[in-house]
């Protein structure tokens, strides 16, 4: 008989995660690693539910069925296939109701072993904002455009330090171009997800290095109770010479298609100023990628200024010429037991 776990203990049992809700509800947000097999289409959902608040729960039970009788041999043969040698898998649906129960005695009497989720996704959501609310000695790594701050995030968590890499989770570099050569970006409701299953893989007692980032990422939004933490949090700001700056742009962005360049150039153009923007367009235009930076920085520097400005934060300069993105991070590295006792 499947036995139902609460959250937290169902996310660390063994399993592939097998998510019953409507493709729909799943692109809207899911565990990450869950796969959807899906027992309704959306609009085979909507009419069950229909029924079910027009004419009650049996009518509502038996239209279900009829839809998904013909279905259920070829979803135990998938659910077998992901289960794996040891016939374990974990089930849920929306509240923890007939889906997914109603799939565990399917699947058990096809001999394989599952795990509920006690009040389903649901639950899943509420353990969320509570997990992404425990206090975290948070430091923040700034800088201007260019800075390489992405690259010195990625050398610190290859040199053991805990990472946090919220543009890697939300597919977008933070500005005009930051979508550029990305994949798309997840809903904001998916970027929780994310980001506090990422949480759940490390200590909450160890320093954690976030990029500083303004509430939105793209179009994805810092929950609120990171964003809090994240606004208390001391900063680095790392400040390297404006040629190195403009090195890592060309390299980051010197591949995209220049009619992308252009359109992100083109969405900045009222703060950069008609004039400033028809320069940088025709220096894209012209492969001028150098210049086209140079004047789009220019934007980018008052921006950063007018906001570390106007920060909350306690700032602490990490001023860097001709190093290594790893040389940088054993510098931060040295610098933790100082920084992160500011919410401890």
Known sequence: MACSLTCDRFLKSGGPLLDMRSPGEFARGHIPGAHNLPLFSDEERAAVGT?????GRPAAVRHGLALVGPRLAPLAEQATGLAG???KVRVHC???GLRSTST??????CDLSCTLLEGGYKAFRRWLRQSLAQPRPIV???GHTGSGKTDVLHALRCAGAQVLDLEGLAHHRGSSFGGLGQLPQPTTEQFENEIAMALQ???PHTVLWIEAESVQVGCCRIPPELFQQMQQAPLVELRRPDHERLDHLLA???AMPRRELVEATRRIGKRLGPQRTQQAVEAITAGNLRLACQLILNYYDRTYAHGLARSPHRTVPLVSAGESTMAIAQRLLA???TLGDHSL
Do not use: K
């Not at 565990?104 to 009497?109: G, K, N, R, S």
């Open 201 to 203: 893989a490390i200590s």
């Open 104 to 109: 565990a005695w399917l699947l058990e009497t």
């Open 140 to 142: 923040l790594l700034g």
């Open 85 to 87: 040698d040891d016939g």
């Open 94 to 96: 929306w509240r923890g």
């Open 51 to 55: 029924l079910y608040r027009h004419q």
């Open 335 to 337: 610098m933790e037991p």
């Open 252 to 254: 980051t962005y010197g």
